[in-house]
């Protein structure tokens, strides 16, 4: 009984070496890249000037009285521009309506050659120039109605920006 004691203790011990001797293991590294932190900048308000009762008013991108915003971030990174958009200007309690909104990104400060897109709460892809730079501009059009009542009417369009 013995002998059959220490042959099962041998070929225990056998086996656990046999075990061992065939563990692997390796190593990865880990990484990563950390982007260089994004400004969003209102640098020029949408401006419909004088508007006339019952005479709606559009403002193109590529007007000089367009919104603009300024974005530096991350060169050549891809990020998501999302709008929240009022649907009425007002002054007191009268409302201006405010639609069909019209947006342009570009690379460089000019809207020549921009992309076109529809701002609106859904993500429009564009991208940071080779520099870091985003410039993305604003139109739309106010349907004053016939009787629409004299004042001042503001309203605020917001832009939000995010990595992707």
Known sequence: MRTLTRVS???????????AAQAQSANINATAVVYQAMTVTGARALDFGNVF???????????ATSGRFDLTGQASANVNLT??????????????????????????????????????GSATASAFSG??????????????????????????????????
């Open 53 to 63: 009762p019952g005479v709606a008013k559009s403002i193109a991108v590529a007007a």
């Open 83 to 120: 709008f929240t958009l009022p649907t009425n200007l007002t002054s007191g309690a009268n409302n201006l309506p405010i639609g069909t909104w019209t947006g342009c990104t570009n690379a460089t400060n000019t809207t020549t050659g921009c992309t076109t897109f529809t701002p609106s």
């Open 131 to 164: 520099t870091g730079n985003l410039f993305v501009w604003v139109g739309g059009t106010v349907t004053p109605a016939a009787n629409q009542a004299a004042g001042t009417y503001n309203g605020t369009v917001t832009l939000t920006a995010a990595y992707f």
């Open 9 to 19: 203790a041998t070929v225990a011990a056998l086996l656990s070496l046999a075990t």
